[in-house]
């Protein structure tokens, strides 16, 4: 990846990230107005990618951006320089792992737009 197509990367994950903001107030909206509860809440730690304050900040904003989740808090490991947890709250998904292999995907495409160069997707 180039610095060239570090705009493209940009405008391209956010038409993404609206689309799928659309899709999760579709689920809750629907599950509100139909009959009976179709959340199944829970909570997931992510050991995020983020090298920078920054980063970490706009994956905590785009998570808590999507509704049906939220954002808890952040944790930093041993030392400084190891990465940070992420605490979130999903309310549609079966188990942690579901959670986190959503938000594992936000994070990579995420991270890919941000870097110049790129990064993990």
Not at 29 to 49: E, F, H, K, M, Y
Not at 74 to 88: F, G, H, W
Request: hydrophobic content about 40%; overall charge neutral.
């Amino acid at each position: 990846m180039s610095i060239i197509t570090w705009p493209v990367r940009l405008v391209w994950f956010a038409i993404w990230f609206a689309t799928r903001v659309v899709i999760s107030n579709a689920t809750v909206v629907w599950d509100n107005l139909t009959p009976g509860q179709r959340s199944d809440p829970g909570v997931a730690i992510l050991p995020t990618r983020c090298r920078t304050d920054a980063e970490l900040t706009v994956l905590a904003a785009l998570i808590t951006l999507t509704p049906g989740t939220l954002t808890l808090g952040t944790s930093r490991a041993a030392s400084d320089d190891s990465p940070r947890d992420l605490y979130v709250h999903g309310m549609y998904h079966p188990d942690a792992e579901s959670l986190r292999r959503e938000l594992r995907d936000i994070e990579g495409r995420m991270l890919h737009a941000m870097r110049r160069q790129g990064g993990p997707q």
